[in-house]
């Protein structure tokens, strides 16, 4: 969905960061109107389901800035972020159910996150491509 051939890594590192406060914000928001609307167990849950959709966007922007600089490593990158982002998920899932608090809230605010995340990409790429097929 990124793709950076042919660009400057001043460019490119403009856009990450573009997309990257945009997410913080977002998150921002998401995590204060859980905080506020939910209580006890729930509460920690969600705001552990924002810290985790935070951080797994940090590990996408990292890799693909570092591919963007070293592209020969740009393979070798994606199944270490992959990976990387699996140990992410299966952690904090299990902190979750050791310290006895309820899974859904974590998975509900990482899964509405990241769909704001896709959103917020396909808003990105929408405005480079005026002459896309897909749209009339």
Do not use: E
């Amino acid at each position: 969905m990124l793709d950076f051939k042919g660009s400057s890594p001043a460019s490119v590192k403009a856009a990450l960061k573009l997309l990257w406060n945009r997410q913080l914000a977002v998150a921002a928001i998401l995590g204060t109107a859980g905080a506020f609307l939910l209580t006890g167990d729930a509460r920690t849950s969600w705001l552990g389901g924002m810290v985790w959709a935070v951080l797994d966007a940090a590990i996408v922007f990292g890799c693909t800035w570092y591919s963007a600089k070293h592209p020969p490593l740009a393979r070798r990158l994606v199944a270490v972020m992959r990976v990387t982002r699996l140990a992410l998920a299966v952690i904090l899932v299990f902190g979750m159910l050791r310290l006895r608090l309820t899974v859904a809230p974590l998975l509900l605010g990482f899964i509405l996150l990241h769909i704001i995340f896709i959103f917020n990409l396909l808003n990105f790429t929408r405005r480079k491509n005026q002459k896309d097929i897909r749209r009339p």
